[in-house]
């Protein structure tokens, strides 16, 4: 559609208007103009005809023809009128233009005949010989006293000065009317331009507040529907405000629950694209938040197990739950509730997944499953062997003294182990309760003495091993602990070191100062661990080797310990290991105090 600015919606009905009125003006003004002249000449034919009329009916009485002919050329000549004296039944007797004799008959002319019936004749009409209008006035003269006429007396003049005069009338009128409409389109012009300019501003305000800038006041003086628009606006505006303003509260509410929350979130739409996504799911499928929004699931989640679960759900709009594995380094284990995306009119908007990071619970459910599978494993064999002895004592006792000592000998031993598991299992799982509980107490000690504490122990319960132990550590050295558990790890850590070390080799025992962190040092000199062994070296009744762990009298739980006291103690058991070489155990503690 052709779009018009407001001057020219306005302008053409408004010179419409002003041309008709001009045209109709110059009509009526025309035309009266016209009559009052036409009027004004017939007037002053009929007056002069009428001044006449007794010296012609003199002449017309005395029957002089001649004179009557020079009468009216006299009259023509003084006036400029034609005059023409006519005689009941037409003839012509004189004229002032004519010779009477060649005239026709002009008893047939509109104004003789009426003014044949006695009263004044008068007619307009085109002259052929002229070619121009004139008017003709004709009145009875020559009045007998029996009201007969004897004769008629007919002045006539052109018209045509009159219709020039109209035709300049015309022409004035058409001159003031082209000013009145150059007056009126320049009136126009301003106030289409003002309605405009407000109208411009009105606009202005409309696109700032469609921009969001709401602060603006429109204010329009006149006129009064432009000024009524202006409040108008103005009030959708603030109403336009304020929703914006609780839309916004509501959007970053909703994003501030979104982001905190522990489970990833997912919307997608019914072509499984994503409309909505948290931090977490972000962080979880490893995309960012921004250019996950309007991607495909397939694309962001890069699962087939995840896909199929959003497509399932998009058909059939039913709650589901399931494990599915992301793959990647860490071998994350997502639990997913699915469930359709329904709006508030119960329209059908997508889905929404909701993902749980359950890998570290998996793991500690498979853990503690295998944890309770090996401690009866570790306990079934000692009791399994006591049980097996003393069935034998009891159904056969043995006949000498040296099978029954060997017999009860090897119950003892058995017996020892099953105490030492179940002691290393309550140690474990004391700490573990303390730890959490944070109920273990820790001084600022110098470290040294427990060392020293650790050596005199094992010298006093293996003399044998007595010189083995080199200990190398400044008595300065301080460190925040708990003793006895410190000691403990301390003891496992030597007792291995001998246990797996080479025969009469030298264990070395340290402490030194590094930035930030103390570090106990058990060094040997033995078989060293293949190296991988060494990620799994710290988990419970982990072995390198079982039957000799088991020959030598370990639990499996020993260095399981050592790294439970080392993280109550805010720090970390390390090892570093060669095979053939030998090994370095490496307690790490803060220096500052712990909580
Ligand atoms: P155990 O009671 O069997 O010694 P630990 O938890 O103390 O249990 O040790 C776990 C395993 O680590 C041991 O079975 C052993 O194979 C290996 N190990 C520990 N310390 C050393 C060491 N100093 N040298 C070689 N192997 C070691």
Request: charged letters at 25%.
């Amino acid at each position: 559609m052709r779009r018009s600015s407001l001057l020219w919606t306005l302008l053409p009905p408004l010179l419409v208007v002003l041309v008709l009125t001009l045209v109709l003006v110059t009509g009526f003004t025309g035309r009266s103009m016209r009559d009052f002249v036409l009027d004004q000449v017939q007037a002053e034919l009929e007056h002069t005809a009428l001044l006449l009329e007794p010296h012609l009916t003199h002449l017309v009485e005395a029957g002089d023809e001649a004179a009557v002919q020079r009468a009216c050329q006299k009259v023509e000549e003084d006036t400029g009128m034609r005059l023409t004296v006519i005689m009941p039944g037409g003839r012509v007797i004189g004229d002032s233009e004519q010779n009477p004799q060649f005239m026709d008959n002009h008893a047939n002319r509109p104004e003789i005949m009426k003014a044949m019936t006695g009263e004044t004749g008068m007619s307009l009409r085109y002259s052929a010989t002229q070619k121009h209008q004139r008017m003709y006035v004709a009145i009875p003269a020559g009045v007998t006293s029996d009201h007969a006429r004897t004769f008629v007396i007919r002045a006539s003049v052109s018209t045509h000065s009159v219709s020039l005069l109209v035709r300049r009338i015309y022409g004035e009128i058409a001159l003031v009317g082209l000013a009145l409409l150059i007056i009126a389109g320049g009136i126009s012009l301003l106030v289409a331009r003002n309605i405009s300019h407000k109208i411009g501003y009105l606009r202005d305000g409309a696109e700032a507040f469609a921009e969001g800038h709401f602060d603006r006041e429109l204010a329009v003086a006149d006129p009064m529907e432009l000024s009524d628009l202006a409040r108008s606006m103005n009030s959708m505006a603030r109403q336009l405000d304020e929703r914006m303003r609780k839309t916004e509260s509501q959007r970053q509410e909703l994003a501030a629950v979104l982001a905190s929350m522990i489970e990833g979130v997912i919307a997608v739409d019914a072509d499984e694209n994503i409309i909505r996504l948290n931090k977490t799911a972000a962080r979880m499928l490893g995309y960012s938040e921004k250019d996950a929004i309007g991607r495909s699931i397939q694309e962001v989640g890069r699962n087939s197990e995840l896909t199929a679960l959003a497509q399932l759900t998009l058909s059939d709009y039913k709650s589901r739950e399931k494990d599915v594995h992301l793959g990647g380094a860490r071998e994350t284990l997502l639990e997913v509730q699915a469930s359709g995306l329904v709006g508030l009119d119960g329209e059908r908007i997508g889905a929404l997944l909701v993902f749980n990071d359950v890998t570290r619970i998996r793991r500690l459910q498979t853990m503690r499953r295998d944890f309770v599978a090996n401690v009866s494993h570790e306990l079934k064999t000692p009791i399994t062997s006591i049980k097996g002895f003393v069935e034998t004592l009891i159904e056969s006792p043995p006949d000498n003294r040296e099978e029954l000592d060997r017999f009860l000998g090897i119950i003892n031993r058995q017996s020892d182990r099953l105490g030492q598991i179940i002691g290393d299992l309550l140690a474990l799982s004391r700490l573990e309760v303390t730890d959490q509980t944070r109920d273990i107490e820790f001084f600022d000690l110098p470290l040294r003495p427990i060392l020293e504490r650790v050596v005199r122990d094992f010298s006093n319960r293996q003399p044998e091993h007595s010189g083995r132990i080199q200990l190398e550590c400044s008595p300065d050295l301080r460190a925040t602990v708990n003793a006895p558990l410190l000691e403990q790890a301390v003891g496992n850590l030597v007792d291995n070191a001998l246990k797996y070390g080479r025969e009469g080799s030298t264990v070395y025992l340290s402490c030194q100062a590094n930035n930030g962190t103390v570090n106990l040092q058990v060094r040997d000199e033995g078989l060293g661990i293949a190296s991988h062994h060494l990620p799994r070296l710290f988990e419970r009744f982990y072995r390198v080797d079982k039957a000799r762990s088991r020959q030598m009298g370990g639990t499996g739980l020993g260095l399981a310990i050592v790294k439970h006291i080392a993280q109550a103690h805010g720090g970390l058991a390390s090892v570093t290991s060669e095979p053939g070489v030998g090994s370095t155990f490496v307690i790490t503690l803060p220096r500052e105090e712990t909580a």
